[in-house]
Structure formats: structure tokens, C-alpha cells
């Protein structure tokens, strides 16, 4: 490189603020983000989902380890493909960067439509089904109206109020927004690992427990026996839904601080630490249980806080429990915009979609846009309908991902990222080849899901080439803006 070109970094923050960001986030908050993204909805139901597939106890830890090593390469490439581009948008910033416009506005289009949408309503769905409908009487589950495919119900209009509660947290700003994501995201997480290790370490519960204080737990299962691919494959799948959200630090690149650095760190850390917690519960949960009866646990949190700490602890961890789903519906309902908003100003969406609330600096007409796609999600689908759909384009757009760093490295060799991933290829390939796999498996078990991904996708290309496509040759769009773009991915694929 020559001297002339030396002082860039201060060029490369100017284009960042072009766009209308600010560098804000620390290694703490992005972390905060991470954690809370995946530590949701997930955890706490699919252990009984992922019991009815797996024949004893030792293939149901597997099952988690193997997730959770998949989400882990995932996050190490992410982590090298942020340390490359260090900007708001995410998956579309690297699939622009890789392929170009046309696949880059098809994965904006698939987090607006399914991931982000879909992620934030199940989350929604979850929480007023499973944690607060069991505790209230029958008519506040039963459906007030339904018109078709259409339902609603108390329980799907609490759902949609609290969607359109964290919008609204997340449109008063961003340090408030992250200081809420860390208090819900590291409390939870902290007592939930301090209580899962304190009840593994004795044989003895705390506590009452029908009048008296329980035993040891009883076997959970033995032995390796055989299971069929199809079924491994439907049980990692509920497993890579409670791991997503681990490349949450990716969509927020521009709004952290030393990015290239601290961006790939809170990836790495972040599924590092909720591998660890997972495992934890996942053995709290199988205390006292063999894998049959807890395929009949619909609350595995609720029973092991009975078992492990009596009638007092299933408050306290259904609190907690809450808390944290919580968390993850606030840090989904911040990253998803910023991929809005990246797109706005490459031309690709609509412009108010992309433009900052002058009192806040947050994506406010994003927001209200992801609050009422993922509520019509909420009166249109149940909780697994809602899981395996968008768990499938999860899939499938992040496996186009990662794709894309072999793309990169090819195509720009000189680049020097602070974060390169370990072990490259492998690690990467080891993402590609599981995440279609699941994605084929899910085709094959629900080709139903499959015609809803290919649907989307289709009508995705369709509005690409009718109308955003169009606009940008008559000039129609926010062609400066996008420029602005252009040149900030053209700076970050040319840097030593």
C-alpha cells in the first residue's frame, strides 16, 4: 500500500457517519447483544421437542454439543467477514460485498419477511403461549375471531403488545436500548449458571416437593443407541433455533466501538458462553428425568426448578426464564432494522424505510415496519409453524453467507482483517455442509415449509426487478446515498 493511501481510518469513520450512525457500543453492550439474541425462546422449549426424537439421554447432550459447535463456526466466520466490513446491515453487507446486489437485496428481503419478522414473532408467540396462557384461565388461549388462516386471541394480542412494546423501547435510542439489552441479558444469564451448578453439584434437592424433600435423580437414560439421520437431523433443528442470534453483533457493525476488534470478540465470546450455559441446563433439565418423561415436560424449566429447588424456585426461574426471552425479543427487535436501513441507502428499499428519528438517531419507520410484519406473523401461524419456517431460511441464507468469505478471500487476497477465522477451511465448510443438510432434511420432512421459502425467495426476485431495479435505472432512489454505500464496501474490500 502507499503512503498516500496511510491515513484511511479516519476516512473509512467518515463513511460510517455518512450514513448516520455513531460509534457507541462497547465490547460489553455488543456482548450484552449476542447473549441476549440467543438466549431466548429456544432453550427453554426445545429440550421437549428435541426429547421426542432422540432415543436416550447421551444423543440429547450430543445433539446440543453438535449444535452448538456448528453455531460457534458460524460466529468464527462472521466473526473474520464483520472484521472485513465493519458496517451496519450485516448479512447484506458481506452478500453485497460477495455477489453483488441481487443476492444481497434477496437476504434483506428474507430477514425482513422471515428471519427477523418470524424470529421476533415466534419469541412473542412463545412467551404468551407456554409462560403466561398456563397461567390464566382457558379463554384467554381461545381465538375472539377467525377469519381463515387468521386467529385472534388474547394470547396473540399480548403477543403483538409486547412486539410493538420493545419497538417502541428501541425507538427512544440505542443506550437505552443497550442498557436494557445488558440488565436483562447478564442477570438471567448469571443466576440461571450459578443455580444450574449449585443443584448438579449435590444428590440432594433444596426444598419441598409434594411434602417432602426429594432423592437423588434417577438415571437419565444409557448407552449409544442407534438413531436415524432423518431424526438427528429434526432434532438439531429446534437446538439451531435456540443457538440463532449469534451473529446479532454483525447487524450493528457501524454503532460499535473499534469494530474490526471488539465485533468478531463478541461473537466469539458470545456463543462461547451461552455453549456453556446451554450445556448446563440441558444437564439440569435431564436431572431427575429420563428422556421419555421428559418428552411429556411441556416447561422443563418449570419442572427442574420444582425438582431441584421445591415449590419456592419455579417463580423465581419462570421470572427469570421470562426475563430473558425478554432480552432476546429486545435484541432482535434492534439488530433487524439496521439491515433495513443499510438497504434503504443502497437503493434497495423503500427511503423512509432508511431514515434516522432526528430526536433519537434510531430507524423508527424500520421499526414500525418489522413491528407490523412480524404481528401479522403472530395472528397467521403457531409457535413450530412460525419456528420451522424461519429456522429453515435461517439456514439457508447464512450457509450463502458464509460461502461468500470464500468468495471474498479469493477475490481480494491482500486484505488483512484484525480476526481471520482458525482452521479455515474447515471450519467454515463444516457450517456450509450442515446448514444444508438441514435445510434438504427440513425440505424432504416438510415440503410445505420448503414452498413458503421458495414462495418468498420468488416474490423477493420479483420485487427486485419490478420495482427496485427500475427505480435505480430512472433514478428514482437514493442513488447518492447508495453510492456513499458502494464506496464504503469498495474502501473495506480494498484495504491492506
Given at each position: 500500500m502507499s503512503k498516500d493511501s496511510q491515513p484511511k481510518s479516519k476516512t473509512s469513520e467518515e463513511r460510517v457517519s455518512s450514513t448516520g450512525w455513531k460509534a457507541?457500543?462497547?465490547?460489553?453492550?455488543a456482548l450484552a447483544i449476542v447473549v441476549g439474541s440467543?438466549?431466548?425462546i429456544g432453550i427453554f422449549l426445545s429440550p421437549n421437542i428435541v426429547a421426542q426424537h432422540v432415543p436416550n439421554a447421551h444423543w440429547f447432550v450430543a445433539v446440543w454439543v453438535i449444535g452448538g459447535l456448528m453455531a460457534l463456526s458460524g460466529a468464527l466466520t462472521y466473526g473474520e467477514l464483520g472484521s472485513r466490513y465493519p458496517m451496519a446491515g450485516g448479512d447484506y453487507v458481506f452478500l453485497r460485498a460477495a455477489y453483488g446486489k441481487p443476492v444481497a437485496f434477496l437476504s434483506g428481503w428474507v430477514a425482513l419477511s422471515a428471519t427477523f419478522s418470524g424470529s421476533i414473532a415466534a419469541t412473542a408467540v412463545g412467551l404468551a403461549q407456554y409462560y403466561i396462557?398456563?397461567?390464566l384461565p382457558a379463554w384467554f388461549s381461545e381465538p375472539m375471531l377467525t377469519l381463515g388462516i387468521i386467529k385472534i386471541s388474547c394470547m396473540t394480542i399480548t403477543a403483538i403488545?409486547?412486539?410493538?412494546?420493545?419497538?417502541?423501547?428501541?425507538v427512544v435510542g440505542i443506550s437505552f436500548s443497550t442498557f436494557v439489552q445488558s440488565l436483562v441479558s447478564f442477570t438471567p444469564l448469571a443466576i440461571l449458571a450459578i443455580a444450574a451448578i449449585w443443584s448438579l453439584a449435590g444428590d440432594v434437592t433444596i426444598g419441598q416437593a409434594g411434602g417432602a424433600i426429594t432423592s437423588s435423580p434417577q438415571p437419565t437414560g444409557s448407552g449409544l443407541d442407534s438413531i436415524s439421520i432423518g431424526h438427528l437431523g429434526l432434532a438439531i433443528l429446534p437446538v439451531f433455533f435456540a443457538y440463532s442470534g449469534w451473529n446479532a453483533a454483525a447487524y450493528i457493525g457501524s454503532e460499535i466501538k473499534n469494530a474490526e476488534r471488539n465485533l468478531p470478540l463478541s461473537l466469539v465470546l458470545g456463543i462461547g458462553i451461552i455453549i456453556l450455559l446451554y450445556i448446563l441446563l440441558n444437564a439440569l433439565f435431564l436431572k431427575g428425568e429420563t428422556i421419555q418423561s421428559l418428552r411429556a415436560v411441556p416447561n422443563v424449566m418449570e419442572s427442574a426448578a420444582l425438582k431441584s429447588f421445591g415449590a419456592i424456585g419455579v417463580p423465581i426461574f419462570i421470572t427469570l426464564t421470562g426475563v430473558a426471552i425478554l432480552g432476546s425479543l429486545n435484541s432482535m427487535t434492534m439488530t433487524g432494522p439496521r439491515i433495513y436501513h443499510t438497504m434503504a441507502h443502497d437503493g434497495m428499499l423503500f427511503r423512509r424505510v432508511g431514515k434516522l428519528s432526528k430526536k433519537y438517531g434510531t430507524p423508527v419507520n424500520g421499526l414500525v415496519f418489522q413491528a407490523f410484519w412480524a404481528s401479522l406473523f403472530v395472528i397467521m401461524g403457531g409457535f413450530e409453524d412460525i419456528l420451522n419456517y424461519t429456522t429453515l431460511m435461517i439456514m439457508l441464507f447464512s450457509g450463502v453467507t458464509v460461502?461468500?468469505?470464500?468468495v471474498l478471500r479469493r477475490r481480494f487476497p491482500r486484505v488483512k482483517p484484525k480476526f481471520k477465522v482458525p482452521l479455515y477451511p474447515f471450519v467454515p465448510l463444516f457450517y456450509v455442509i450442515m446448514a444444508f443438510s438441514l435445510?434438504?432434511?427440513?425440505?424432504?420432512?416438510?415440503?410445505?415449509?420448503?414452498?413458503?421459502?421458495?414462495a418468498i425467495t420468488g416474490l423477493g426476485l420479483l420485487l427486485y426487478y419490478t420495482i427496485f431495479l427500475r427505480n435505480i435505472k430512472n433514478g428514482k432512489t437514493c442513488l447518492k446515498r447508495a453510492g456513499k454505500l458502494s464506496s464504503e464496501i469498495d474502501f473495506h474490500s480494498n484495504k491492506e
Amino acid at each position: 500500500m502507499s503512503k498516500d493511501s496511510q491515513p484511511k481510518s479516519k476516512t473509512s469513520e467518515e463513511r460510517v457517519s455518512s450514513t448516520g450512525w455513531k460509534a457507541s457500543i462497547g465490547l460489553g453492550g455488543a456482548l450484552a447483544i449476542v447473549v441476549g439474541s440467543i438466549l431466548g425462546i429456544g432453550i427453554f422449549l426445545s429440550p421437549n421437542i428435541v426429547a421426542q426424537h432422540v432415543p436416550n439421554a447421551h444423543w440429547f447432550v450430543a445433539v446440543w454439543v453438535i449444535g452448538g459447535l456448528m453455531a460457534l463456526s458460524g460466529a468464527l466466520t462472521y466473526g473474520e467477514l464483520g472484521s472485513r466490513y465493519p458496517m451496519a446491515g450485516g448479512d447484506y453487507v458481506f452478500l453485497r460485498a460477495a455477489y453483488g446486489k441481487p443476492v444481497a437485496f434477496l437476504s434483506g428481503w428474507v430477514a425482513l419477511s422471515a428471519t427477523f419478522s418470524g424470529s421476533i414473532a415466534a419469541t412473542a408467540v412463545g412467551l404468551a403461549q407456554y409462560y403466561i396462557a398456563p397461567h390464566l384461565p382457558a379463554w384467554f388461549s381461545e381465538p375472539m375471531l377467525t377469519l381463515g388462516i387468521i386467529k385472534i386471541s388474547c394470547m396473540t394480542i399480548t403477543a403483538i403488545f409486547l412486539i410493538w412494546l420493545f419497538t417502541v423501547i428501541n425507538v427512544v435510542g440505542i443506550s437505552f436500548s443497550t442498557f436494557v439489552q445488558s440488565l436483562v441479558s447478564f442477570t438471567p444469564l448469571a443466576i440461571l449458571a450459578i443455580a444450574a451448578i449449585w443443584s448438579l453439584a449435590g444428590d440432594v434437592t433444596i426444598g419441598q416437593a409434594g411434602g417432602a424433600i426429594t432423592s437423588s435423580p434417577q438415571p437419565t437414560g444409557s448407552g449409544l443407541d442407534s438413531i436415524s439421520i432423518g431424526h438427528l437431523g429434526l432434532a438439531i433443528l429446534p437446538v439451531f433455533f435456540a443457538y440463532s442470534g449469534w451473529n446479532a453483533a454483525a447487524y450493528i457493525g457501524s454503532e460499535i466501538k473499534n469494530a474490526e476488534r471488539n465485533l468478531p470478540l463478541s461473537l466469539v465470546l458470545g456463543i462461547g458462553i451461552i455453549i456453556l450455559l446451554y450445556i448446563l441446563l440441558n444437564a439440569l433439565f435431564l436431572k431427575g428425568e429420563t428422556i421419555q418423561s421428559l418428552r411429556a415436560v411441556p416447561n422443563v424449566m418449570e419442572s427442574a426448578a420444582l425438582k431441584s429447588f421445591g415449590a419456592i424456585g419455579v417463580p423465581i426461574f419462570i421470572t427469570l426464564t421470562g426475563v430473558a426471552i425478554l432480552g432476546s425479543l429486545n435484541s432482535m427487535t434492534m439488530t433487524g432494522p439496521r439491515i433495513y436501513h443499510t438497504m434503504a441507502h443502497d437503493g434497495m428499499l423503500f427511503r423512509r424505510v432508511g431514515k434516522l428519528s432526528k430526536k433519537y438517531g434510531t430507524p423508527v419507520n424500520g421499526l414500525v415496519f418489522q413491528a407490523f410484519w412480524a404481528s401479522l406473523f403472530v395472528i397467521m401461524g403457531g409457535f413450530e409453524d412460525i419456528l420451522n419456517y424461519t429456522t429453515l431460511m435461517i439456514m439457508l441464507f447464512s450457509g450463502v453467507t458464509v460461502i461468500g468469505l470464500f468468495v471474498l478471500r479469493r477475490r481480494f487476497p491482500r486484505v488483512k482483517p484484525k480476526f481471520k477465522v482458525p482452521l479455515y477451511p474447515f471450519v467454515p465448510l463444516f457450517y456450509v455442509i450442515m446448514a444444508f443438510s438441514l435445510v434438504i432434511l427440513l425440505a424432504v420432512m416438510d415440503p410445505k415449509q420448503m414452498v413458503g421459502a421458495i414462495a418468498i425467495t420468488g416474490l423477493g426476485l420479483l420485487l427486485y426487478y419490478t420495482i427496485f431495479l427500475r427505480n435505480i435505472k430512472n433514478g428514482k432512489t437514493c442513488l447518492k446515498r447508495a453510492g456513499k454505500l458502494s464506496s464504503e464496501i469498495d474502501f473495506h474490500s480494498n484495504k491492506e
